[in-house]
């Protein structure tokens, strides 16, 4: 089974960037979708990205639309979110996660059985 790790998490000030990366391991006898989420404190695990696919565009949270862009290097099984202009409300615990349900389920959540460990983000001001 595929086995996911983040990094790139820190603290930064608020306008900052960061890029994150999530690689994968393992999962090779069957092929897996991978997107990206975040938890802060007291709240739910939200959706954050979903790379784009031959049919469909890359899918964000309204909150990070225009600031965070999803990417992938598929020869390096590895997804990243560059993360630009962040806000102290981008502070959370981020995820990469893995589904092998078909469709690509995108940002839902229920749909990724597999997650990362998380990386950290903390943006002050």
């Known amino acids: 089974q595929v086995q996911l790790v983040e990094s790139g998490g820190v603290s930064v000030l608020t306008g900052g960037s960061l890029r994150l990366s999530c690689a994968a391991a393992g999962g090779t006898t069957s092929r897996y979708w991978m997107a990206w989420f975040r938890q802060a404190p007291g709240k739910e695990r939200e959706g954050v990205a979903s790379p784009s696919t031959f049919s469909a565009l890359a899918a964000y949270a309204d909150s990070v639309k225009g600031r965070f862009t999803i990417s992938r290097d598929n020869a390096k099984n590895t997804l990243y979110l560059q993360m630009d202009s962040l806000k102290p409300e981008d502070t959370a615990m981020y995820y990469c996660?893995?589904?092998?349900?078909?469709?690509?389920?995108?940002?839902?959540?229920?749909?990724?059985?597999?997650w990362g460990q998380g990386t950290q983000v903390t943006v002050s001001s």
């Open positions: 996660a893995a589904s092998y349900r078909q469709p690509f389920p995108r940002l839902n959540k229920s749909s990724y059985s597999f």
